[in-house]
Protein backbone atom coordinates (compact mmCIF):
# COMPACT_ATOMS: atom_id res chain seq x y z
CA UNK A 1 0.00 0.00 0.00
CA UNK A 2 1.78 3.01 -1.37
CA UNK A 3 1.49 6.57 0.38
CA UNK A 4 3.00 9.16 2.50
CA UNK A 5 2.46 8.92 5.90
CA UNK A 6 2.78 11.20 8.95
CA UNK A 7 2.65 10.98 12.56
CA UNK A 8 1.44 12.04 14.98
CA UNK A 9 -1.89 12.42 13.92
CA UNK A 10 -2.79 15.12 16.63
CA UNK A 11 0.61 16.82 18.73
CA UNK A 12 0.82 18.72 21.98
CA UNK A 13 3.63 21.26 22.86
CA UNK A 14 4.26 23.42 25.68
CA UNK A 15 5.74 26.51 24.73
CA UNK A 16 9.64 26.83 24.70
CA UNK A 17 9.44 22.77 23.28
CA UNK A 18 10.97 21.78 19.79
CA UNK A 19 9.11 18.93 18.20
CA UNK A 20 9.74 16.87 15.63
CA UNK A 21 6.94 15.39 12.85
CA UNK A 22 7.42 12.52 10.89
CA UNK A 23 6.72 12.12 7.53
CA UNK A 24 7.60 8.75 4.97
CA UNK A 25 7.18 7.91 2.01
CA UNK A 26 7.04 4.45 -0.38
CA UNK A 27 6.47 6.06 -3.29
CA UNK A 28 10.22 6.12 -4.34
CA UNK A 29 9.86 10.02 -4.71
CA UNK A 30 13.03 12.08 -4.98
CA UNK A 31 11.26 15.34 -3.74
CA UNK A 32 9.29 16.16 -0.58
CA UNK A 33 8.03 19.30 1.24
CA UNK A 34 6.40 20.51 3.79
CA UNK A 35 3.64 23.00 3.99
CA UNK A 36 2.07 25.01 6.81
CA UNK A 37 -1.65 25.52 6.80
CA UNK A 38 -3.80 27.94 9.01
CA UNK A 39 -7.59 28.15 8.77
CA UNK A 40 -8.60 30.56 5.48
CA UNK A 41 -5.52 30.83 3.86
CA UNK A 42 -3.73 28.27 1.33
CA UNK A 43 -0.98 26.49 1.72
CA UNK A 44 2.20 27.91 2.58
CA UNK A 45 5.85 25.99 2.07
CA UNK A 46 8.15 25.64 4.98
CA UNK A 47 10.98 23.55 3.61
CA UNK A 48 11.74 21.47 0.39
CA UNK A 49 13.65 18.94 -0.66
CA UNK A 50 14.68 17.88 -4.38
CA UNK A 51 17.27 14.98 -3.58
CA UNK A 52 18.62 13.50 -0.30
CA UNK A 53 20.38 15.20 2.00
CA UNK A 54 19.98 18.45 0.31
CA UNK A 55 17.10 21.29 1.14
CA UNK A 56 15.98 24.37 0.55
CA UNK A 57 13.59 27.36 2.51
CA UNK A 58 10.33 28.27 1.00
CA UNK A 59 8.57 31.14 1.93
CA UNK A 60 8.26 30.41 5.56
CA UNK A 61 11.20 28.78 7.18
CA UNK A 62 11.75 30.89 9.92
CA UNK A 63 11.74 28.77 13.28
CA UNK A 64 11.34 25.22 11.36
CA UNK A 65 14.23 22.84 10.36
CA UNK A 66 14.60 19.55 8.46
CA UNK A 67 16.68 16.89 7.46
CA UNK A 68 17.18 14.31 4.67
CA UNK A 69 19.33 11.68 5.35
CA UNK A 70 16.85 8.86 3.84
CA UNK A 71 15.07 8.80 0.52
CA UNK A 72 11.83 7.87 2.46
CA UNK A 73 11.77 10.58 5.10
CA UNK A 74 11.92 14.28 5.97
CA UNK A 75 10.95 14.92 9.43
CA UNK A 76 10.18 18.64 10.25
CA UNK A 77 11.07 19.59 13.88
CA UNK A 78 9.01 23.07 15.32
CA UNK A 79 11.88 24.88 17.16
CA UNK A 80 10.83 27.27 20.12
CA UNK A 81 11.76 30.03 17.57
CA UNK A 82 8.96 29.74 16.21
CA UNK A 83 6.45 32.53 17.01
CA UNK A 84 3.14 31.06 16.43
CA UNK A 85 3.35 27.00 15.81
CA UNK A 86 -0.28 26.09 16.13
CA UNK A 87 -1.31 25.23 12.65
CA UNK A 88 -2.16 22.13 10.35
CA UNK A 89 1.44 20.88 8.84
CA UNK A 90 1.23 18.68 5.58
CA UNK A 91 3.55 16.63 3.91
CA UNK A 92 3.89 16.42 0.38
CA UNK A 93 5.84 14.40 -2.14
CA UNK A 94 6.50 14.02 -5.90
CA UNK A 95 8.50 12.56 -8.55
CA UNK A 96 10.60 14.97 -8.95
CA UNK A 97 11.12 18.34 -8.01
CA UNK A 98 10.57 19.53 -11.55
CA UNK A 99 7.57 21.89 -11.94
CA UNK A 100 4.50 19.95 -13.34
CA UNK A 101 4.74 16.87 -10.94
CA UNK A 102 1.84 15.99 -9.14
CA UNK A 103 2.61 16.77 -5.73
CA UNK A 104 0.93 14.10 -3.27
CA UNK A 105 -0.01 14.84 0.69
CA UNK A 106 0.08 12.98 3.15
CA UNK A 107 -2.86 12.87 6.00
CA UNK A 108 -1.52 15.75 8.08
CA UNK A 109 -0.54 16.81 11.55
CA UNK A 110 -2.31 18.88 13.69
CA UNK A 111 -0.21 20.83 16.04
CA UNK A 112 -1.61 22.92 18.79
CA UNK A 113 1.05 24.80 21.68
CA UNK A 114 -0.65 24.81 24.88
CA UNK B 1 7.06 35.31 -7.38
CA UNK B 2 4.03 33.83 -8.58
CA UNK B 3 0.53 35.19 -6.33
CA UNK B 4 -2.60 33.52 -6.87
CA UNK B 5 -6.06 34.47 -6.10
CA UNK B 6 -9.04 32.16 -5.59
CA UNK B 7 -12.56 33.18 -5.69
CA UNK B 8 -15.34 33.33 -3.84
CA UNK B 9 -13.88 31.92 -0.40
CA UNK B 10 -17.18 30.36 -0.05
CA UNK B 11 -19.94 29.04 -2.26
CA UNK B 12 -23.09 26.90 -1.08
CA UNK B 13 -25.38 25.42 -4.08
CA UNK B 14 -28.05 23.08 -3.95
CA UNK B 15 -27.79 19.49 -5.18
CA UNK B 16 -28.11 18.60 -8.72
CA UNK B 17 -26.60 22.40 -9.31
CA UNK B 18 -23.40 23.48 -11.00
CA UNK B 19 -20.04 25.16 -8.89
CA UNK B 20 -17.75 27.60 -10.78
CA UNK B 21 -14.43 28.59 -8.55
CA UNK B 22 -12.29 30.86 -10.48
CA UNK B 23 -8.35 31.63 -9.69
CA UNK B 24 -5.97 34.18 -11.03
CA UNK B 25 -2.28 34.30 -11.02
CA UNK B 26 0.28 36.93 -12.21
CA UNK B 27 2.70 35.17 -13.54
CA UNK B 28 2.19 34.76 -16.71
CA UNK B 29 5.68 31.84 -16.89
CA UNK B 30 3.37 29.91 -14.74
CA UNK B 31 1.94 26.73 -17.19
CA UNK B 32 0.52 24.19 -14.72
CA UNK B 33 -2.64 24.49 -12.65
CA UNK B 34 -3.72 21.22 -10.23
CA UNK B 35 -6.75 21.85 -8.60
CA UNK B 36 -6.86 20.28 -5.12
CA UNK B 37 -10.14 18.42 -3.28
CA UNK B 38 -9.02 18.77 1.00
CA UNK B 39 -12.26 17.23 3.18
CA UNK B 40 -12.04 17.72 6.70
CA UNK B 41 -9.20 16.93 8.38
CA UNK B 42 -7.04 15.16 5.93
CA UNK B 43 -4.66 16.28 3.04
CA UNK B 44 -5.87 17.31 -0.22
CA UNK B 45 -6.11 15.48 -3.37
CA UNK B 46 -6.05 16.04 -6.67
CA UNK B 47 -8.97 15.79 -8.52
CA UNK B 48 -7.60 17.60 -11.59
CA UNK B 49 -5.17 19.53 -13.17
CA UNK B 50 -4.15 21.51 -17.01
CA UNK B 51 -1.16 22.22 -18.56
CA UNK B 52 -0.87 25.75 -21.01
CA UNK B 53 -0.61 23.60 -24.05
CA UNK B 54 -4.57 23.18 -23.88
CA UNK B 55 -7.63 25.71 -22.67
CA UNK B 56 -9.65 22.50 -21.74
CA UNK B 57 -9.50 19.24 -19.57
CA UNK B 58 -12.26 16.98 -18.16
CA UNK B 59 -12.69 14.19 -16.19
CA UNK B 60 -16.63 13.38 -15.96
CA UNK B 61 -18.36 16.07 -14.13
CA UNK B 62 -14.95 17.73 -13.22
CA UNK B 63 -13.50 20.28 -15.87
CA UNK B 64 -11.38 22.78 -15.77
CA UNK B 65 -10.47 25.71 -18.16
CA UNK B 66 -7.56 27.91 -18.78
CA UNK B 67 -7.54 31.57 -20.19
CA UNK B 68 -4.00 31.90 -20.59
CA UNK B 69 -4.13 35.96 -21.97
CA UNK B 70 -6.50 36.88 -19.13
CA UNK B 71 -4.32 34.87 -16.46
CA UNK B 72 -7.33 32.99 -14.88
CA UNK B 73 -8.47 29.50 -14.39
CA UNK B 74 -11.46 27.52 -13.13
CA UNK B 75 -12.85 24.63 -11.92
CA UNK B 76 -16.37 23.52 -12.89
CA UNK B 77 -18.27 20.89 -11.33
CA UNK B 78 -21.41 19.77 -12.63
CA UNK B 79 -24.35 17.80 -11.21
CA UNK B 80 -23.17 18.42 -7.78
CA UNK B 81 -23.75 15.84 -4.72
CA UNK B 82 -23.10 16.25 -1.05
CA UNK B 83 -20.36 14.45 -1.15
CA UNK B 84 -18.73 17.19 -3.13
CA UNK B 85 -18.66 19.27 0.16
CA UNK B 86 -15.31 20.32 0.99
CA UNK B 87 -12.05 23.20 0.26
CA UNK B 88 -11.03 23.45 -2.92
CA UNK B 89 -7.72 24.74 -3.74
CA UNK B 90 -5.95 26.21 -6.64
CA UNK B 91 -2.40 25.88 -7.53
CA UNK B 92 0.28 27.34 -10.25
CA UNK B 93 3.70 26.44 -10.99
CA UNK B 94 5.95 27.03 -13.79
CA UNK B 95 6.72 23.73 -15.50
CA UNK B 96 10.27 25.23 -16.57
CA UNK B 97 11.38 26.71 -13.88
CA UNK B 98 15.13 25.20 -12.73
CA UNK B 99 17.06 25.86 -10.19
CA UNK B 100 15.59 27.51 -6.90
CA UNK B 101 12.27 28.06 -8.28
CA UNK B 102 12.15 24.83 -9.06
CA UNK B 103 8.88 24.55 -10.09
CA UNK B 104 6.95 25.81 -7.25
CA UNK B 105 3.45 25.43 -6.18
CA UNK B 106 2.02 28.35 -5.14
CA UNK B 107 -1.91 27.61 -3.71
CA UNK B 108 -4.78 30.36 -3.66
CA UNK B 109 -7.01 30.76 -0.26
CA UNK B 110 -9.58 27.93 -0.87
CA UNK B 111 -13.34 27.78 -1.40
CA UNK B 112 -15.58 26.24 1.32
CA UNK B 113 -17.99 24.32 -1.04
CA UNK B 114 -21.52 22.89 0.64
CA UNK B 115 -23.53 21.20 -1.77
CA UNK B 116 -27.35 21.16 0.07
CA UNK B 117 -28.83 17.79 -0.36
Known amino acids: DGGITQSPKYLFRKEGQNVTLSCEQN?????MYWYRQDPGQGLRLIYY???????QKGDIAEGYSVSREKKESFPLTVTSAQKNPTAFYLC?????????????FGPGTRLTVL | GENVEQHPSTLSVQEGDSAVIKCTYSDSASNYFPWYKQELGKGPQLIIDIRSNVGEKKDQRIAVTLNKTAKHFSLHITETQPEDSAVYFCAASNRNAGGTSYGKLTFGQGTILTVHP
Open chain 1, 27 to 31: LNHDA
Open chain 1, 49 to 55: SQIVNDF
Open chain 1, 92 to 104: ASSMSSGGGYTQY
